[in-house]
């Protein structure tokens, strides 16, 4: 049986180009049932997320103002993702970005455009408002989320959730990508998050879906809130 990782470097001799040749030649072992394990899960996601919601409805009202009062739209922003076995479905976030109806193209730079189309990010990103700063920065902005497990859309951990163009750059292998529901946080969010680059990043997905248990998805999460307090790589 494989080891489980600890850290970005255990991807080592799993180089992506490796990933990729496994998981498409031997994607039985990505796809493998594991029924206890996805139970249990499920269970504990539905747990997690309904005991959040109530316990914390106080901070999603007080989020809720600060965005309404400080710009010009709505509390919450809808996206269109693709979750498990290629479902798409809207993911909720706090709004960090001005609402902005014009083009991107007349928004960003070219470098900036640039940066976009090849890492679906933007750094410095002039269409983000003072207070989606400090929610992006700490994370808040993505609590929103929790409801997104609770109705199973997502899960606490598992790969991120992408836009239906993402899936392209995942080749043969996008049919594992989609095996399991996205998560509010992953193998790469606490390995780096906005730090890793792209190429990395799905690596690192893959890595996770072929390696996912339990004591796997405990580790990311304890790993993953130690890194929010730390306050490293998010933008």
Not at 42 to 56: E, P, T, Y
Not at 109 to 119: G, R, S, V
Request: net charge positive; hydrophobic share 35%.
């Amino acid at each position: 049986m494989a080891n489980k990782p600890n850290s970005s470097h255990d991807l080592g001799q799993n180089t992506l180009e490796i990933q990729k040749i496994e998981a498409t030649v031997d994607s039985a072992y990505y796809f493998r049932k594991k029924p206890i394990y996805a139970f249990v899960k499920r269970f504990l996601d539905i747990l997690v997320s309904g005991l959040f919601l109530l316990v914390f409805c106080w901070l999603y009202l007080i989020l809720a103002i600060l965005v309404k009062c400080t710009s010009k739209g709505p509390v919450f922003y809808r996206h269109r993702r693709i979750g498990k076995n290629g479902k798409p479905f809207n993911m909720y976030k706090f709004r960090t970005m001005k609402d902005d109806k014009r083009p991107i193209e007349e928004q960003l730079t070219p470098e900036q455009l640039k940066q976009f189309y090849t890492e679906f990010k933007v750094d410095n990103d002039p269409r983000v408002t003072k207070i989606g700063k400090f929610l992006r920065k700490t994370s808040l902005d993505e609590l929103p989320q929790v409801l997104n497990v609770f109705l199973g859309n997502m899960s606490v951990v598992g790969p991120r959730p992408i836009i239906d163009i993402e899936t392209d750059k995942y080749g043969l292998t996008r049919k594992v990508l989609l095996s399991v529901r996205p998560g509010i946080t992953s193998y790469w969010a606490c390995h780096g998050r906005s730090d890793v680059d792209y190429t990395e990043r799905i690596n690192m997905e893959l890595y996770y879906i072929k390696h996912r248990s339990l004591w796997f998805d405990t580790k990311i999460f304890f790993r993953t809130i130690l890194k929010v307090f730390q306050n490293e790589g998010a933008k």
